[in-house]
């Protein structure tokens, strides 16, 4: 199930402890009580939940998007297999013959679900409500099949992005920036997506000749079958697993901040095109070096040591507050201030005017007109 195995046989209970993004599991005897800033003590009824039951609503209520945690400040992934996911209060427990784990659904940000796993309604009921996106993922994590809920009510990113993908200048404008994050002290402004696909190539291809000198890992070219994960060689297994690894913690973060994973900019026409360009961004960084030093360790499990060592690579590099950060740099957010941050999480719904941009909703429109016959008159009766 995990990849960390509990050192002991005794069949206790297996709590896991939660540390910034780095995971690590301790043996307890006693019912663990593992709590978080948006999560009660597990066992325990706060008294939003009592007086929730004392309305008839069985269950905890699902928590308000301004008492969950950030999405820069949760874990980056957790990866289980071979367990059933379930509930309970306002954590989900994985459990397999090993024992119990708890983790409280308001501290991670994605949850890789492998082969062998079931998950019961009542976990993805309280994954969804705290905004986790769960992957359900095929052999040592290769493919994605699900996504999740974002984290914000808010949808000023989603249009951000929409307006600037859809202008040819504008999107040409993100797109160099994003190369420009990538090519620090150079000048970019005037290459054309062309110039710019060359020169990422050439500075991969460098990448992988620099590491393999550094590691002893033989390098040739990069080549994989997204049907069959063992048909490669290791170091290309490797790059799979970690690449996996960096496209689910850009999804989770993409989706929490209610931007669409399939606008891009750099890449188009897939579903995940703007995860793809996201993780383009790190991928020189954090992913491919993990991947040769994974399999320079002469590593015997080369995709569960590839996710434990991305794990903490995520954690050290603190990546999740650089996505966030990147994204809102990208699509020119400046949300800087507790007022326009209120605002990303306020449960917000207006209507559209071709006029005024927008105007409210939830009011009735036709109290303008004094006889309802006027409306009537002007654009015929209803068919009832």
């Known amino acids: 199930m995990v990849e960390e195995k509990p050192a002991s046989d005794e069949p206790e209970h297996v709590e896991k402890q939660a540390s910034g993004n780095a995971e690590t599991y301790r043996m307890t005897s006693s019912s663990p009580s593992t709590t978080s800033s948006a999560v009660p003590p597990l066992g325990a009824s706060s008294p939003t939940q009592r007086k929730s039951r004392k309305n008839g609503i069985p269950g905890s209520p699902p928590p308000d998007v301004d008492e969950l945690a950030r999405a820069e400040d949760r874990l980056s992934f957790a990866y289980f297999e071979h367990c059933t996911v379930g ?48 992957l359900w993922v095929g052999e040592r994590g290769i493919r994605m099949y699900a996504c999740g809920r974002p984290l914000t009510h808010s949808s000023v990113l989603l249009q951000k992005q929409a307006a600037l993908v859809s202008n040819t200048r504008s999107r040409l404008r ?26 990422e190539g050439a500075r991969i291809r460098k990448v992988y000749r620099t590491l393999s000198h550094e590691t002893g890992v033989k390098w040739d070219q990069r080549t994989y079958d997204h ?10 297994k490797a790059l799979s697993a970690a690449n996996t690894c960096l496209y689910g913690v850009a999804h989770a973060v993409i989706v929490a901040l209610g931007c ?51 794990r903490d690579a995520l954690y050290d590099g603190s990546l999740l507050p650089r996505i966030v950060h ?18 990303e999480t306020q449960d917000h719904v207006g209507l559209w005017d071709d006029k005024l941009g927008e105007v409210r909703a939830g009011f009735s429109y036709g109290k303008e007109v004094d006889d309802a016959d006027e409306i009537d008159d002007e654009f015929g009766a209803p068919d009832i």
């Not at 920036?177 to 020169?199: H, I, K, N, W």
Request: overall charge negative; proline content about 3%; aromatic content about 6%.
């Open 260 to 310: 669409s994973p399939g606008l891009g900019f750099v890449h188009v026409g897939h579903e995940r095109s703007f995860v793809y360009d996201i993780a383009d961004l790190y991928k020189a960084e954090i992913s491919i070096p993990v991947a040769f030093r994974t399999v320079a360790e002469g590593s015997e499990d080369i995709g569960a040591d590839t996710r434990r060592n991305m």
């Open 326 to 343: 990147d994204i809102k740099y990208l699509l020119g957010d400046r949300l800087t201030d507790s007022s326009d941050a209120d605002a």
């Open 87 to 134: 509930r309970k209060d306002n954590a989900v427990t994985v459990t397999d013959e090993t024992g119990v784990i708890h983790i409280p659904a308001a501290t991670v940000s994605v949850l890789m679900l492998g082969p062998g796993s079931r998950v019961t309604h009542q976990a993805m009921t309280v994954l969804s409500a705290n905004g986790v996106t769960v």
């Open 174 to 199: 993100i797109a160099r920036m994003m190369y420009q994050m990538r090519f620090p002290g150079e000048d970019v402004s005037a290459l054309t997506m062309q110039q710019l696909r060359g020169r």
């Open 227 to 236: 049907n069959d994960f063992d048909a490669g060689n290791d170091i290309n």
